[in-house]
Nanobody, 126 residues
Framework: QVQLVESGGGLVRPGDPLRLSCAVT????????VGWFRQAPGKDREFVCA????????RCADSVMGRFAISGDTARNTIFLRMNILKPEDTAVYFC???????????????????WGQGTQVTVSS
């Protein structure tokens, strides 16, 4: 059984950094695209960043470009989301997800990701 467990969320001040982790069991991160999404109250779930199975390709949303970075650790079978210069509008529940249908092509539609974690709350507030 595949499980994705997010961790690392919390309450931070504007401008602070934070690193989220997504530990994957039951499936290697080198077999599929893995992505991060977020959902703020009253808003749709939106794409944040994703990384290809080989790790050679990454893609991030324009809203986080230059501030967020995604990476993977194959030894720990874990995907990370490094978030810098956090803003109040980054407040959301962050989810990691696996697109089992793709290895190198990164798509941003959440409906194409078929395995999901439970999410971790990130709150940015002064």
């Amino acid at each position: 059984q595949v499980q994705l467990v997010e961790s690392g969320g919390g309450l931070v001040r504007p401008g602070d950094p934070l690193r989220l982790s997504c530990a994957v069991t039951g499936r290697t991160i080198t077999s599929s695209v893995v992505g991060w999404f977020r959902q703020a109250p009253g808003k749709d779930r939106e794409f944040v960043c994703a990384i290809s199975a080989s790790g050679s390709r990454t893609r991030c949303a324009d809203s986080v470009m230059g501030r967020f970075a995604i990476s993977g650790d194959t030894a720990r079978n874990t995907i990370f989301l490094r978030m810098n210069i956090l803003k109040p509008e980054d407040t959301a529940v962050y989810f990691c997800a696996v697109d089992t249908g793709n290895t190198e092509m990164i798509v941003t539609a959440s409906t194409l990701y078929d395995l999901w974690g439970q999410g971790t709350q990130v709150t940015v507030s002064s």
